[in-house]
């Protein structure tokens, strides 16, 4: 670049060259802060920048991101792949791992050079903290400023009750809560719990009106039912009374088991009680993974350029940025070795800019399909609006452009086991467009891809089996031996058997049953 | 905003976990391990390792959807050809093939686990369970040599072993106690005497001048660091065992040993070696080869090159009590040795072999392992082979010396038991 030197003796410069220092990263910030504020309109969480070490940084992956963690052998497991994988070259280190928290701590590792600190702290600090702190899902389910102080209670109480009753037996239930956390979630807000108040009112009016409409003929009377065994309504209708009292069906099997399980001790219910949390903590993130991380990698992109456009950043530094931007963004084709699903940077990204153009710049198309927003000319308004009340599968739905569709040449397969063939049954066209957008939708909404497995009875009259059941989507059955693995699980903390059922989503015919015995732990 | 540096926090965050991930799949690593081994080269001794474990003991399983059966979509990006009705074949590897993004998030099932053991892992590992035997003559040499341990502190001592941060926490435990005036409380003064005179106040400056001379006095008195103040790190001469060991391979290179055979024996060796130097701070190797006359050679020799003639084994033998007598002393070695040979001998060189052996080589090793590497045909058909020359002779020095073992080995694959065997715990207590 014959020009470079001109540039770099630009004294208005944040920095130069690879080096950074606490001074040039503090300098960074509060120059992207003012982009970010001012001309971004975002909303962020006070920030609070972490330097670590690569292999802090290892350490940091292997307790899923978090900061503290709880002891478990699962955790080294992680940590043992990933070191490997690291160490013969296969795969780089993330370059920020972001906690959702207040202050929003975001680490960075020391190997970064200037510019790379300069873009973790634009994706990182800015993007990724200003979708925690306004996103529905994340102020609805989470809070911010007080998972750290839980986490911390979480690993002192492990490690207090590691201490009491063994590594082992702490172990043991632990494994089994692990197994299930994907199923130890609230899906929706609860309906609130009856509370003694109401109760008594409502015992009271029963009262009054039994007394109220009290006959003594009808005690007199030779009824049917009374002193004679039970018909088969009624003692149906006793178990609709007990699983009603005990919450039935229940799709948050830790939260059942917490507050139901027989055999438990309470420090067993304790870490249930504790891997739920994490679990409920991390719901929203799997839920808008391709949004979050979308909406941190358009922040950057904005950021970046308006510094290199106000003079703050060199060429080279931009030229740096902008070769880690394109590799992050990278979607191979359905035929690529490299191929492996979408790659939520990609798509989030290109949905955003794209959201960006539609606001700007419109086709007819374009006001066709997104009569709202078209041509507003609030690009970043718009996009703020989006980040704070979509999750991926909604935002898919509700932004996919034909545009973009044509731009992916995206395409759907239908594969029937029952064909000999798969069937291309959409693509790019006039025909297609919403059929690929729902689903592609569809692919992003949690609830059909974790299985859909609830709590449906417990014999407590006979041997105390708790009844499972699976509702079976399109003919999807639940994976033979994982599935018997995590029922053996489930029995350990259940103390008696299991019985799960697999049964058809639109008949509820069952199709096929899993059974576990009881064993005692 | 606020930067926190990290960096200096403790490292090994993971290590608890690490180590307990490795315990619990103790079984499978060391399964591993064993196959592990046996691909392994000499020049690779002791390092880490690289292993994978099947999943068995280690899964953590979820509920997860069968990767068969029912009806799929799948949204893929980068259409080249395909049009609304066209039929694709399915792609090899049966249905759910072609990826979404809805499935990419965990491949399942793993059908190995693979990491990597670091190197103090490893050998943990692969002597678990293994003893040296025959320790006891080491515990008669023990008062030989002596070490200086830190033992406490102590009140007298050189110069060169004052402690100084001891001292100076003595010093100032009395100094407070003694109400010793500090330098800034003087100076407090000082400046108050000065105020007052220039104030011409001359009752304030009398009363200062009067608290200065106390405290001066007092600062006087008592001493800033005083003789009961000072300690010395003390050491202590510990007596420790010998820490040195010496280990001589004996192995006959002449020509019915085959290369094959060559390998056995350095891999058991290496294993050797690998085994005392995690016992011992130091581990000599001595390679003695022999035909019909023995000598002393470098590594790179012993393995590779090849001689021709006789098989006289007492030379060996001769040749390894030189090499004591000039350099190892028994009184500060630990002395091993291996022979490994084919079981060929000179008929008259049986008895010399014997009377070397059981006089003057076994009382003063720790212990002496004899490897006869077979050809492998007449093993591994179950046929016993008839023994050889020198099997006969060791046999019945054998019976007479605990510090003597005897094993054949015909296959790479059983040098490790036949070396477990050898060194086993319950062997070392019997």
């Given at each position: 670049?014959?020009?470079?030197?001109?540039?770099?003796?630009?004294?208005?410069?944040?920095?130069?060259?690879?080096?950074?220092?606490?001074?040039?990263?503090?300098?960074?910030?509060?120059?992207?802060?003012?982009?970010?504020?001012?001309?971004?309109?975002?909303?962020?969480?006070?920030?609070?920048?972490?330097?670590?070490?690569?292999?802090?940084?290892l350490?940091?992956?292997?307790?899923?991101?978090?900061?503290?963690m709880?002891?478990?052998?699962?955790?080294?497991?992680?940590f043992?792949?990933?070191?490997?994988?690291?160490?013969?070259?296969?795969?780089?280190?993330?370059?920020?791992?972001?906690?959702?928290?207040?202050?929003?701590?975001?680490?960075?590792?020391?190997?970064?050079s200037?510019?790379?600190?300069?873009?973790?702290?634009?994706?990182?600090?800015f993007?990724?903290?200003?979708?925690?702190?306004?996103?529905?899902?994340?102020r609805?389910?989470?809070?911010?400023?007080?998972?750290?102080?839980?986490?911390?209670?979480?690993?002192?109480?492990?490690?207090?009750?590691?201490?009491?009753?063994?590594?082992?037996?702490?172990?043991?239930?632990?494994?089994?809560?692990?197994?299930?956390?994907?199923?130890?979630?609230?899906?929706?807000?609860?309906?609130?719990?009856?509370?003694?108040?109401?109760?008594?009112?409502?015992?009271?009016?029963?009262?009054?009106?039994?007394?109220?409409?009290?006959d003594?003929?009808?005690?007199?009377?030779?009824?049917?039912?009374?002193?004679?065994?039970?018909?088969?309504?009624?003692?149906?209708?006793?178990?609709?009374?007990?699983r009603?009292?005990?919450?039935?069906?229940?799709?948050?099997?830790?939260?059942?088991?917490?507050?139901?399980?027989?055999?438990?001790?309470?420090?067993?219910?304790?870490?249930?009680?504790?891997?739920?949390?994490?679990?409920?903590?991390?719901?929203?993130?799997?839920?808008?993974?391709?949004?979050?991380?979308?909406?941190?990698t358009?922040?950057?992109?904005?950021?970046?350029?308006?510094l290199?456009?106000?003079?703050?950043?060199?060429?080279?530094?931009?030229?740096?940025?902008?070769?880690?931007?394109?590799?992050?963004?990278?979607?191979?084709?359905?035929?690529?070795?490299?191929?492996?699903?979408?790659?939520?940077?990609?798509?989030?990204?290109?949905?955003?800019?794209?959201?960006?153009?539609i606001?700007?710049?419109?086709?007819?198309?374009?006001?066709?399909?997104?009569?709202?927003?078209?041509?507003?000319?609030?690009?970043?308004?718009?996009?703020?609006?989006?980040?704070?009340?979509?999750?991926?599968?909604?935002?898919?739905?509700?932004?996919?452009?034909?545009?973009?569709?044509?731009?992916?040449?995206?395409?759907?397969?239908?594969?029937?086991?029952?064909?000999?063939?798969?069937?291309?049954?959409?693509?790019?066209?006039?025909?297609g467009?919403?059929?690929?957008?729902?689903?592609?939708?569809?692919?992003?909404?949690l609830?059909?891809?974790?299985?859909?497995?609830?709590?449906?009875?417990?014999d407590?009259?006979?041997?105390?089996?708790?009844?499972?059941?699976?509702?079976?989507?399109?003919?999807?059955?639940?994976?033979?031996?994982?599935?018997?693995?995590?029922?053996?699980?489930?029995?350990?903390?259940?103390?008696?058997?299991?019985?799960?059922?697999?049964?058809?989503?639109?008949?509820?015919?069952?199709?096929?049953?899993?059974?576990?015995?009881?064993?005692?732990? | 905003?606020?930067?926190?540096?990290?960096?200096?926090?403790?490292?090994?965050?993971?290590?608890?976990?690490?180590?307990?991930?490795?315990?619990?799949?103790?079984?499978?690593?060391?399964?591993?391990?064993?196959?592990?081994?046996?691909?392994?080269?000499?020049?690779?001794?002791?390092?880490?390792?690289?292993?994978?474990?099947?999943?068995?003991?280690?899964?953590?399983?979820?509920?997860?959807?069968?990767?068969?059966?029912?009806?799929?979509?799948?949204?893929?990006?980068?259409?080249?050809?395909?049009?609304?009705?066209?039929?694709?074949?399915?792609?090899?590897?049966?249905?759910?093939?072609?990826?979404?993004?809805?499935?990419?998030?965990?491949?399942?099932?793993?059908?190995?686990?693979?990491?990597?053991?670091?190197?103090?892992?490893?050998?943990d590992?692969?002597?678990?369970?293994?003893?040296?035997?025959?320790?006891i003559?080491?515990?008669?040499?023990?008062?030989?040599?002596?070490?200086?341990?830190?033992?406490?502190?102590?009140?007298?001592?050189?110069?060169?072993?004052?402690?100084?941060?001891?001292?100076?926490?003595?010093?100032?435990?009395?100094?407070?106690?003694?109400?010793?005036?500090?330098?800034?409380?003087?100076?407090?003064?000082?400046?108050?005497?000065?105020?007052?005179?220039?104030?011409?106040?001359?009752?304030?400056?009398?009363?200062?001048?009067?608290?200065?001379?106390?405290?001066?006095?007092?600062?006087?008195?008592?001493a800033?660091?005083?003789?009961?103040?000072?300690?010395?790190?003390?050491?202590?001469?510990?007596?420790?065992?010998?820490?040195?060991?010496?280990?001589?391979?004996?192995?006959?290179?002449?020509?019915?040993?085959?290369?094959?055979?060559?390998?056995?024996?350095?891999?058991?060796?290496?294993?050797?070696?690998?085994?005392?130097?995690?016992?011992?701070?130091q581990?000599?190797?001595?390679f003695?080869?022999?035909?019909?006359?023995?000598?002393?050679?470098?590594?790179?020799t012993?393995?590779?090159?090849?001689?021709?003639?006789?098989?006289?084994?007492?030379?060996?033998?001769?040749?390894?009590?030189?090499?004591?007598?000039?350099?190892?002393?028994?009184?500060?070695?630990?002395?091993y040795?291996?022979?490994?040979?084919?079981?060929?001998?000179?008929?008259?060189?049986?008895?010399?072999?014997?009377?070397?052996?059981?006089?003057?080589?076994?009382p003063?090793?720790?212990?002496?392992?004899?490897?006869?590497?077979?050809?492998?045909?007449?093993?591994?058909?179950?046929?016993?082979?008839?023994?050889?020359?020198?099997?006969?002779?060791?046999?019945?020095?054998?019976?007479?010396?605990?510090?003597?073992?005897?094993?054949?080995?015909?296959?790479?694959?059983?040098?490790?038991?036949?070396?477990?065997?050898?060194?086993?715990?319950?062997?070392?207590?019997?």
């Open positions: 670049m014959p020009d470079s030197n001109s540039l770099v003796a630009n004294p208005v410069l944040l920095f130069e060259g690879p080096e950074w220092d606490f001074e040039k990263l503090r300098r960074v910030h509060a120059a992207i802060e003012e982009i970010a504020i001012g001309e971004l309109g975002l909303d962020v969480y006070p920030n609070q920048i972490e330097v670590i070490t690569s292999e802090q940084m350490d940091a992956y292997a307790s899923i991101g978090l900061p503290l709880y002891r478990h052998w699962s955790f080294g497991k992680r043992a792949h990933e070191e490997m994988l690291y160490r013969r070259g296969l795969q780089g280190l993330a370059y920020e791992i972001v906690i959702n928290s207040s202050p929003c701590i975001s680490y960075i590792m020391e190997e970064n200037m510019a790379m600190q300069t873009l973790v702290i634009a994706h990182a600090a993007g990724h903290n200003h979708f925690f702190k306004n996103n529905f899902l994340f609805q389910w989470t809070d911010a400023t007080g998972i750290l102080d839980y986490l911390a209670f979480a690993r002192d109480y492990v490690t207090h009750t590691e201490e009491q009753v063994g590594t082992e037996a702490v172990e043991r239930v632990l494994d089994a809560a692990h197994a299930l956390m994907n199923h130890g979630v609230h899906r929706y807000a609860r309906r609130p719990k009856l509370n003694l108040e109401d109760e008594r009112r409502r015992e009271e009016e029963r009262r009054r009106f039994f007394e109220e409409s009290y003594d003929i009808w005690r007199t009377a030779q009824l049917p039912g009374r002193n004679t065994p039970k018909t088969l309504e009624e003692r149906e209708q006793e178990r609709a009374d007990m009603r009292k005990l919450g039935l069906p229940e799709e948050n099997i830790l939260y059942f088991l917490e507050k139901q399980a027989p055999r438990l001790k309470p420090w067993q219910r304790e870490l249930l009680r504790i891997a739920r949390h994490i679990s409920q903590y991390f719901y929203p993130q799997k839920q808008t993974k391709m949004m979050n991380e979308g909406c941190a358009f922040v950057h992109y904005e950021i970046i350029h308006r290199h456009e106000k003079g703050l950043i060199g060429d080279g530094a931009l030229l740096e940025i902008m070769h880690s931007h394109t590799s992050v963004i990278a979607q191979p084709d359905y035929d690529d070795p490299r191929f492996n699903g979408f790659n939520p940077y990609a798509l989030g990204f290109a949905m955003m800019c794209d959201i960006k153009r606001c700007t710049a419109p086709t007819d198309e374009d006001r066709a399909w997104f009569p709202e927003f078209a041509g507003n000319g609030d690009p970043y308004g718009t996009l703020r609006h989006a980040w704070a009340n979509y999750r991926d599968e909604s935002f898919v739905l509700q932004y996919l452009s034909p545009h973009l569709i044509r731009e992916f040449r995206l395409f759907k397969v239908l594969d029937d086991a029952e064909a000999d063939a798969m069937l291309v049954d959409a693509i790019h066209d006039e025909r467009y919403r059929e690929i957008r729902r689903a592609l939708a569809r692919l992003y909404d609830a059909r891809h974790d299985p859909d497995i609830q709590i449906r009875d417990v407590l009259a006979g041997d105390r089996c708790l009844v499972l059941a699976h509702a079976v989507h399109n003919g999807i059955e639940l994976d033979e031996s994982s599935t018997r693995a995590v029922l053996e699980q489930l029995s350990t903390l259940w103390g008696y058997g299991i019985r799960l059922e697999e049964r058809d989503a639109t008949t509820d015919r069952v199709i096929k049953t899993h059974e576990v015995a009881a064993k005692r732990s | 905003m606020n930067i926190i540096d990290r960096r200096p926090n403790p490292k090994g965050k993971s290590l608890t976990n690490r180590q307990r991930f490795i315990d619990r799949a103790r079984g499978e690593v060391r399964e591993a391990l064993a196959d592990a081994l046996k691909r392994r080269k000499l020049g690779e001794a002791g390092g880490g390792e690289k292993i994978a474990i099947p999943t068995r003991g280690i899964t953590e399983p979820v509920f997860r959807s069968s990767s068969r059966g029912g009806k799929r979509e799948y949204v893929a990006p980068g259409n080249k050809k395909f049009v609304a009705g066209d039929r694709i074949e399915r792609p090899q590897g049966g249905q759910g093939g072609g990826r979404s993004s809805a499935s990419n998030e965990d491949n399942g099932e793993q059908d190995a686990f693979e990491f990597v053991l670091s190197r103090e892992e490893f050998l590992l692969f002597f678990e369970d293994l003893e040296l035997p025959d320790l003559k080491t515990r008669l040499r023990e008062s030989e040599a002596t070490q200086l341990t830190r033992a406490g502190f102590s009140v007298s001592g050189s110069p060169s072993n004052l402690n100084l941060v001891r001292t100076m926490r003595n010093s100032l435990a009395r100094r407070i106690s003694l109400h010793r005036p500090r330098a800034d409380e003087i100076e407090a003064i000082e400046r108050q005497v000065q105020a007052a005179t220039a104030a011409d106040d001359a009752e304030g400056a009398a009363q200062g001048l009067h608290d200065l001379e106390t405290a001066q006095r007092r600062s006087r008195r008592v800033y660091i005083d003789p009961v103040d000072v300690r010395y790190n003390r050491y202590e001469r510990v007596p420790k065992p010998n820490t040195q060991a010496v280990m001589f391979c004996l192995m006959d290179v002449s020509g019915s040993m085959t290369e094959a055979m060559k390998d056995l024996a350095k891999r058991f060796f290496l294993l050797l070696h690998v085994f005392l130097e995690r016992r011992y701070k581990v000599n190797v001595v003695i080869r022999h035909t019909s006359n023995a000598q002393e050679v470098d590594e790179d012993f393995f590779h090159s090849r001689e021709t003639g006789g098989t006289i084994v007492s030379t060996a033998l001769e040749e390894m009590l030189r090499v004591v007598r000039e350099r190892y002393s028994p009184d500060n070695w630990n002395i040795a291996a022979q490994a040979s084919d079981g060929d001998n000179y008929t008259e060189d049986s008895d010399r072999c014997s009377t070397l052996l059981g006089q003057e080589i076994l003063i090793t720790q212990y002496f392992a004899y490897i006869e590497v077979g050809a492998e045909a007449t093993l591994r058909h179950g046929f016993p082979s008839p023994a050889t020359d020198l099997w006969r002779t060791y046999a019945q020095v054998g019976e007479q010396h605990q510090n003597f073992a005897m094993r054949r080995v015909a296959d790479p694959t059983q040098i490790f038991p036949v070396f477990h065997e050898l060194f086993a715990k319950h062997r070392a207590e019997a």
